[in-house]
């Protein structure tokens, strides 16, 4: 009955609180979005997936009216509409969950609920007591009731302040609510517990766009899935009607066979050596051995040591103890020049802030860290800089205008590639990869996972760090886990399983016992 | 396409810069003349050598309020080393000139070695400084200079005064090092990400010392170019010059929060400035009148750039 309303509403164009016919949009000439129709149902979560740079990000936009299309119609509950700001948007009942929250840290928690629509009291003055009232109940509403009010957002985690924007949508009285890979910066438990408040909204009537690249939320969560394939629509269907490898082959336009490349060649020598090295009390006695040729995983929790264990090698936070030797030769890494003069390269985690330098070119980027090499005489050789971007361009498959397109207007995955084509253009022996594939979508992902096999396979020595097990277990040759700032394991290829790599990430050491 | 969008603030300015030139020898006969304009360019020449070290320590998202400070310190130095402490003149100019680039280096130090953020450090030592300067001095001037050392501030060289050789051949190399050279890509790559260019191997922290001294090392040359031109050291000479040079540097397109701006933007914002005050001096405008001009330049600029950002988007 419900559905059949549903699909009488649908036909005539009526009571959908979003819909999007034939939309189009462009900048400086390329079309990012071609004739694309979208559509919400009150109550429906509709995944929305595609490739970086499929134009997923852009419709969002549009949608939350910060882009004006270009061609083709918005309307809300059948009535043709133009949303001049997102201002405009909010009105209409649509509010957004970015992937960078917009909160103000230093305003409690019920203050960033109702910002911008304070309850007030005859006077005029801020209702507090109804202001704190109706934030409690709406916590309470999304399962959330542990939140305290009272306390600023500052001092609350990326899953905590995620759950009070759903409540400033919601205060907002939105009717579609739109998630930009709300789980990409999420633990694991508060990825179900975000699906959790997902399932509420929907029950709800709330309509939720749902971004992500995450296959098993999109099965356990969505009821319909719209996939944009190079800003075309390339296909829209109920969730019960596709499984995994359709949805991949709708992504990228072709089935990927398998999902990480098999190793090639074998181990050479040992390049780079740590003996009881540590930063601080960070990270305390490390000790391992990378071969010429190898993919070492460094598997953990987030806070485990990972990351410090990569900066104190890569000189950003000097070792304080212990030796790291490379080729067998004591090494003195106070600086990142110093690691990158020695054949060290790191691509971190942070591509925004630590990776790229976003407001600048392509080819000024991939030169920064090439300036010596680059540089004739006493000056930099442009020829040579974007000779050199034009270069990686091709190699890396960047999908971009050309070397002189300002970083911060590609896509994620293609972001990457840059940061990794400036640091291969050092010629390193030694790669650090901090969460190479973060953030990016499965077909960005499987090229970068190949590139990482060719460069070992063509002596390269790769310590890899991520948070994904699949990842961690189908790329290492080797992986070694932390917890606690020390390596509390290594498991070689045969053994390491999800069980036995997870049990030890997870479990709780004392100093002692890790000692 | 990137020297388009790069020079389009500074195009802008260039137009606005000829225009005000044609209105202001319009209202003035004594404006447009050789002898004025070159007479107005040895009056740009002390803020002018303080701007184009500003503008490096700016676009690396920094500020150094001190350089007025550094100015009357160092003028004060030279005075005291040559007359209460007997140096031959040359000798106590060169002193006098490390002093103040020590200054500019101390400077540094403080921002680099002990992350205070440059708007404190510098705030500090514009303090310090000038009291220092007032301290050493005892409220007295000196005077008497030989003839010889009037050259840097009053000379010529084939035509042109001697210090708007010396600001054109240092507008010369800073742009030059800015735009072409390493150590330019270094500037523009801290001041817009210092972290990822950290991240990248940039010597950060040594690319600011070296800005920052540099711009100890300006002031201390403007300061004996100034007392040159005026014969006589005060210990209040340069008082709010940093503003006067900021604002150049500012007008001329460079982004206070750092990563962005050009020595040529510097360099016409400077000029419009100077022809501001001097066009609008001659016509009959008041002291007064004058900042007011100069403020709604500044402004009008300023929206006018951000006009174009936003059209540029992302």
Not at chain 1, 4 to 26: C, F, H, M, Q, T
Not at chain 1, 259 to 282: C, F, N, W
Not at chain 2, 93 to 109: D, K, Q
Request: neutral net charge; proline residues 3%.
């Amino acid at each position: 009955m419900r559905a059949d309303e549903i699909g009488a509403a649908a036909a005539v164009g009526a009571a959908l609180p979003i819909e999007l016919r034939g939309i189009s949009k462009s900048f400086a000439g390329i079309t990012v979005v071609n004739s694309v129709s979208f559509d919400m149902r009150p109550g429906e979560v509709h995944a929305l997936m595609g490739e970086n740079g499929a134009g997923k990000s852009t419709l969002i936009k549009i949608m939350a009216g910060l882009y004006q299309p270009d061609a083709g119609e918005i309307l809300v509950n059948g009535n043709a509409v133009r949303f001049a700001s997102p201002k405009e948007a909010h009105a209409a009942g649509i509010a957004t969950v970015h992937q960078e929250l917009l909160l103000f840290p230093e305003l409690t928690v019920a203050e960033n609920i109702f910002l911008g629509q304070t309850p007030k009291t005859a006077l005029g003055t801020i209702d507090w007591t109804a202001m704190r009232r109706r934030a409690r109940q709406l916590l309470e509403e999304l399962d959330s009731g542990d939140l305290d009010i009272d306390q600023k957002v500052v001092h609350l985690s990326v899953g905590n302040r995620q759950r009070i924007e759903i409540a400033r949508a919601l205060a907002q009285d939105a009717r579609v609510l739109i998630m930009d890979e709300p789980t990409a910066a999420l633990a694991e438990q508060d990825v179900q517990r975000l699906m959790s408040i997902v399932r509420r909204l929907r029950k709800r009537g709330v309509a939720i766009v749902y971004v992500s690249h995450r296959m098993p939320e999109i099965f356990a969560l969505a009821d319909r899935v719209t996939v944009l394939r190079d800003g075309n629509l390339a296909g829209a269907k109920p969730v019960p009607e596709v499984d995994e490898p359709t949805l991949v082959s709708m992504m990228v336009g072709r089935s990927i066979d398998r999902l990480y490349p098999a190793k090639q060649g074998k181990d050479g020598d040992t390049i780079l050596e740590l003996a009881g090295v540590a930063h601080r009390s960070v990270v305390q006695d490390i000790s391992f051995k990378l071969h010429r040729g190898e993919i070492l995983g460094l598997a953990g929790l987030v806070g485990s040591g990972r990351t410090e264990t990569a900066l104190t090698i890569f000189g950003v936070t000097p070792a304080t103890a212990g030796q790291i030797l490379i080729d067998g030769k004591p090494a003195i890494i106070a600086s990142p020049g110093q690691a990158r003069d020695l054949g060290i390269a790191y691509v971190p985690e942070d591509r925004a802030h630590q990776g790229l330098i976003r407001p600048q070119t392509i080819e000024d980027n991939i030169a920064l860290a090439n300036l010596r090499r680059l540089t004739r005489g006493l000056f930099v050789d442009a020829a040579k800089v974007a000779a050199e971007a034009r270069g990686a361009i091709a190699r890396f498959g960047i999908r971009a205008r050309g070397p002189e397109q300002p970083v911060r207007q590609l896509s994620g995955g293609n972001q990457q590639k840059v940061v990794l084509a400036k640091w291969l253009a050092t010629n390193p022996r030694i790669l650090i990869m901090d969460e190479p594939t973060r953030g990016i979508d499965v077909g960005a992902k499987a090229e970068i996972h190949q590139l990482m096999r060719k460069l070992a396979g063509e002596g390269m020595a790769i310590l890899m760090i991520s948070s994904e097990l699949p990842e961690v277990l189908g790329m290492s040759d080797r992986v070694l886990v932390m917890n606690g700032g020390r390596i509390v394991g290594q498991f070689d290829k045969e053994h390491a399983t999800a069980e036995a790599v997870g049990t030890v990430m997870t479990r709780s050491y004392t100093r002692e016992q890790a000692a | 396409m990137t020297a388009a969008k790069l020079f389009r603030h500074e195009t802008i300015l260039a137009a606005l810069t000829v225009i005000a030139m044609i209105v202001l020898a319009s209202l003035s006969d004594k404006f447009f003349t050789a002898e004025n304009l070159l007479n107005q360019g040895r009056l740009m020449a002390e803020v002018g050598l303080i701007s184009l070290a500003m503008t490096f320590v700016i676009v690396t998202g920094g500020i150094d309020l001190s350089v007025g400070s550094i100015l009357g310190l160092t003028a004060i130095l030279l005075g005291v080393f040559w007359k209460n402490l007997g140096l031959p003149l040359p000798a106590a100019i060169l002193l006098a000139m490390v002093c103040g680039t020590f200054a500019g280096f101390v400077n540094g130090l403080i921002i680099t070695r002990f992350s205070v953020p440059p708007l404190i450090a510098t705030l500090a030592t514009l303090a310090l400084y000038r009291g220092l300067a007032e301290g050493i001095s005892e409220a007295r001037s000196v005077r008497g200079y030989p003839e010889w050392f009037f050259f840097f501030g009053q000379g010529e060289v084939l035509g042109v005064p001697f210090q708007l050789w010396v600001l054109g051949i240092a507008t010369a190399i800073a742009a030059v090092i800015l735009g072409l050279t390493p150590f330019g890509r270094a500037t523009y790559a801290t001041g817009a990400n210092e972290v990822a260019a950290r991240f990248s191997g940039i010597r950060v922290n040594a690319a600011k010392l070296w800005i920052y001294t540099a711009s100890g090392f300006c002031a201390a040359l403007a300061a004996v170019i100034f007392v040159s031109r005026v014969t006589t050291t005060r210990s209040d000479m340069g008082t709010g010059l940093e503003l006067d040079a900021i604002t150049a540097v500012v007008l001329g397109g460079t982004s206070i929060f750092g990563g962005r701006g050009t020595i040529i933007g510097t360099a016409l914002g400077l000029i419009l400035i100077q022809a501001l005050k001097n066009g609008l001096a001659l016509s009959g405008v008041k002291g007064d009148g004058t900042i007011v001009v100069i403020g709604l330049v500044l402004i009008g600029a300023i929206l006018v750039g951000a006009l174009f950002d936003r059209n540029r988007g992302g």
